[in-house]
């Protein structure tokens, strides 16, 4: 492995070729029409997408049907090995790292336009012949999708009253020569406010949106409130991770700020009360896949995001991923992971030992938390602390508790704790009427005449940890501890 250090997508991928294992390329053409997430889909997708799939390297297409010269990556995050190599952190304390850069923050710094590599070629929607759906080698995940979607945009714009700025990650379709779709979902992103506010006055709110930039603004970009609340610009999180500050510039059209060393960005504005039909190009009633592994459907109106310019590096490269795919867990759930440590240590201090946000919830569903008891009236304290982790991530769904000698991210060790610790008339304790998440499709009401709206269902919490009185009765076999290199060396 090199010794590399890390600060843009360029050298994310140089430090991934040097690990065996970890980054693959090919010359094969491939349609960014559903072709090239299908192809990837086998590669190294993972998650909750549709079997067959594994997790595997990241991967980087050099011949892209129709975009002479242009590039996509995809899969960059789809393993949590791989985001520890890239943050350099032991991807077991992933969530600890990332606590602790919300707690340090680094603010950015604003470099000049001269200095911006993002700002190598420039083509302004002035221009004739302008069109953004062959300026941009965005992928159609799958052949029902509403259309080219951009799925690894930070977007970053301000509050048009204190001019606080927040970056965050939202679903955006390309819809015409100059006109984007916005996904900004009610009351989850800062973004969604800032617009509300510009609306209200009339006016457009300027956004820019980079694309391909570094791994640690990806992942701090995922932060949501309580962790981070308005007027708190995750860029500092990611400054922290890097212990240095996040370098933006000046758009070249529109009064907002871009991350100076992206492969893309794109200018623009978002329109006071314009509204689009998601899928009016294709007509499916789907969007695209979503983290729990279905197609989310087409939103009947949607805000526009009116282009601009697009500015790039020389021979960028274009990064995506797949919804439901490893990748989406990784930037979901380290940042939701680390939200709960935070909040469950300010309560119950050293008794939450780690916290994961396992693959098949999609990085926002489950949590597994690996408690300690140490004493007789920490019984019942680990209910609490999955109490502590709804009221910090309201998206939540299942809370799983463990003790300490389960390993929280070997789902086998989770589900024979399940098995062998757990009575369901007991240990199960269930949350009726509250806000989950909308994209679940079992928070319907066509799904149960009891569950009033959509997205307002039950939570549970399935105890899993052994009562305190009885912890003499649940102790594992213990084996001699050896080291097996002297048996086998070139093995371990």
Known sequence: MKNVEVNDLHSALELLESIP????????????????????????????????????????FNNVKGHEGARVVIGVLSSRKRVGYLLGEDP??????????????????????????????????????????????????????????????MCYASNPKTGES??????????????????LMPGARHIGYFRELAEAAGEPLPISVSIGVDPAIEIASCFEPPTTPLGYDELQAAG?????PVELVQCLTI???????AEYVIEGEILPNVRVREDQN????KA????????????????????????????????TCIGPSEEHVSMAGIPTEASILAMVDKALPGKCLNVYNASFGGGKYVTIMQFKKTMPSDEGRQRQAALLAFSAFAELKHVILVDEDVDIFDINDVMWAMTTRFQADVDLITIPGVQ???????????????????????????????????????????????????????MF
């Open 288 to 319: 695209m896949p979503e983290f729990p592994g279905y197609c989310g459907p087409a939103n009947p109106e949607l805000p526009i995001i009116k282009v601009k310019a697009i500015t790039t590096r020389k021979n960028p490269i274009m990064q």
């Open 92 to 153: 077991k304390k992933l969530g600890f790292l990332l606590k602790n850069s919300v707690e340090h923050p680094v603010k950015p710094v604003v470099i000049p336009n001269e200095q911006a590599k993002c700002q190598e070629v420039v083509h302004l929607a002035t221009e004739e012949g302008f069109d953004i759906r062959k300026l941009l080698p965005a992928p159609t995940n799958t052949p029902e999708d509403a259309g080219p979607y951009i799925t690894l945009g």
């Open 21 to 60: 294992g970890q980054l693959v390329e090919t010359n094969v053409e491939v349609d960014p029409n559903a072709e090239l997430s299908g192809v990837y889909r086998h590669v190294g997708a993972g998650g909750t997408v549709e079997r067959p799939t594994q997790e595997g390297p990241a991967m980087v």
């Open 436 to 490: 989950c998440h909308p994209l679940d499709p079992s928070n319907n009401p066509a799904y149960h005449p009891g569950i009033r709206e959509r997205g307002v269902a039950c939570k549970a919490i399935f105890d899993c940890t052994v009562p305190f009185d009885q912890k003499d009765r649940f102790q594992r076999a213990q084996f001699m501890d050896v080291d097996p290199k002297h048996w086998l060396p070139d």
């Open 166 to 183: 927040d970056v965050t990650i939202h679903r955006m379709c390309l819809q015409s020569k100059d006109e984007i779709s916005i996904f």
């Open 240 to 244: 922290a991770i890097r212990k240095k």
């Open 255 to 261: 009064n907002e700020r871009a991350i100076a060393n």
């Open 282 to 285: 294709s007509n499916t009633g």
